[in-house]
């Protein structure tokens, strides 16, 4: 049987070409690290982690993405089989060691019988002799290989600037000033209480350090960088400072939930920083991606109370991510309209966030797969996370104002009858999952 070529050995390309090799198809998966280097990665492992190391919300019966989870874990995910055996505390999230996540990830790919992993840049179109593509490079393609989707696509890409967040060595953390808690000690997947240490402000503090974060010195961009807007929902520290001087006390360094055990008041503001190894030595700044110089970082950050000797293990950064308009070029799986033997997947497709990527991953490699059997691809329901997410980047999006897009709620089909607020989530939820049930059910059958 001929393979499908999966281009990208990020999150999507893994979970597709792992999901073409559960159907009994061969997959060959292109990686062009670590010969060729980009402005985020570290390492030339598949699956590498570039940002925060968590998955977001692990609550399968009130949350969108803990749905996605949980659907994703039904479809035999490896990215999310992985997550789960990897995972460090984060509260109600689902966080990851990130080097041994993305260890395990390449170790099961390399394990599988059906699936191959070359090294070395795309550079041109693929080979006319290739018949089945995905593309899931992300969004930090390569220029020559976005110059390749650019002519196939027949449009230019859109782009937008995505954050990194800086990584602390905890041991370098004052106690005396900070503590373990997660907010309303709220248990996460392992059943830890406290999976994040807090740094508390009094006004005084929190206002010294708005001024300062708002005169830090930032990344300058180059010209062709001025006019790319950003991703709401992953926005540098200093722009969402400068929307307001109480805009981070209502985002990511809110105090509610959290009680200081070493002042009897109330913190006027708190920095959280979570866990991002296995070993717990290393803790990510939650909400604190940016754009500013490393020397501002240092001098600015080190203002926030318990960070006063931090010991940075990564600055933040930042860098332009890609996509395309998928709504004007592909079908509804996931194929290029004007070209049927290319796929996209991945970030790449307008989904923001890693499990929203993996999902569409692992949609195009079922697709994919059904279709080299001779069998007709099938979308889950849109009822289903799964679905709904396919929908908006394929279908039900807006092509004019197409912008990155997390799973949420408000992409799914409403629920019939009056539903207070309290129940809307979990019957969400329900049927989500039964009807997840029924299309895995008759996928399984089909094949029999």
């Not at 009094?202 to 961009?221: H, I, V």
Request: proline content about 7%; charged content about 20%; aromatic content about 8%.
């Amino acid at each position: 049987m001929k393979p499908i070529h999966v281009i990208g050995g990020g999150l999507a390309g893994c979970e597709a070409a792992w999901q073409i090799a559960r159907a009994g198809v061969p997959a060959i998966v292109h990686e062009m690290r670590p010969g060729r280097a980009t402005p985020a990665h570290l390492t030339g492992g598949l699956a590498e982690l570039v940002c925060s190391n968590s998955f977001r919300s692990d609550d399968a019966g009130n949350n969108a993405v803990g749905l996605l989870h949980e659907e994703m874990r039904r479809c035999e995910s490896v990215i999310l089989g992985v997550a789960d055996t990897h995972q460090v505390p984060a509260g109600g999230a689902l966080a990851v060691d990130r080097g041994g996540f993305s260890a395990a990830v390449e170790a099961a790919l390399e394990a599988e019988p059906l699936i191959t992993i070359r090294r070395g840049e795309i550079t041109g179109p693929p080979p006319e002799d290739w018949d089945s593509v995905i593309i899931a490079t992300g969004p930090l393609t390569s220029p020559a290989l976005a110059e390749v989707i650019g002519a196939a696509t027949g449009a230019d890409s859109l782009a937008f600037f995505d954050a990194i967040a800086p990584i602390v060595h905890r041991e370098s953390i004052d106690f005396g000033q900070a503590w373990f808690q997660s907010r309303y000690d709220k248990p996460g997947p392992a059943g830890d209480k406290a999976a994040y240490i807090n740094c508390p402000m009094t006004r005084g503090q929190y206002e010294d350090f708005l001024d300062a974060l708002l005169d830090g010195e930032a990344t300058a961009f180059k010209d062709w960088e001025r006019d790319t807007p950003y991703f709401e929902g992953c926005l540098p520290v200093e722009v969402m400072a400068a929307r307001g001087r109480e805009t981070l006390r209502f985002g990511p360094m809110k105090p509610v939930g959290l009680t200081n055990p070493h002042r009897d008041e109330k913190p006027h503001a708190v920095v959280q920083l979570r866990q991002d190894n296995a070993l717990g030595t290393l803790f990510n700044m939650v909400g604190f991606q940016t754009k500013l110089t490393y020397g501002a970082q240092k001098r600015v950050f080190r203002m926030i109370p318990g960070l006063e000797d931090a010991e940075f293990a990564r600055l933040g950064g930042i860098h332009r991510n890609t996509f395309i308009n998928s709504i004007k070029l592909l079908d509804k799986v996931l194929r290029l309209i004007s070209d049927k033997r290319l796929r996209f997947a991945g970030q790449i497709t307008g989904v923001e966030g890693y499990v929203e990527s993996a999902a569409i991953g692992l949609l195009a490699g079922r697709f994919a797969a059904a279709e080299r059997k001779a069998a007709r691809p099938v979308a889950p329901p849109p009822t289903t996370a799964l679905g709904a997410l396919l929908g908006h980047i394929t279908q039900a999006g807006d092509a004019e104002t197409f912008q990155p897009m997390n799973v949420n709620f408000g992409l799914f089909p409403p629920l019939g009858g009056k539903l207070g607020r309290k129940h809307r989530k979990p019957a969400y939820c329900r049927r989500a999952l039964a009807d997840l049930d029924a299309w895995l059910g008759a996928e399984r059958a089909a094949a029999e």
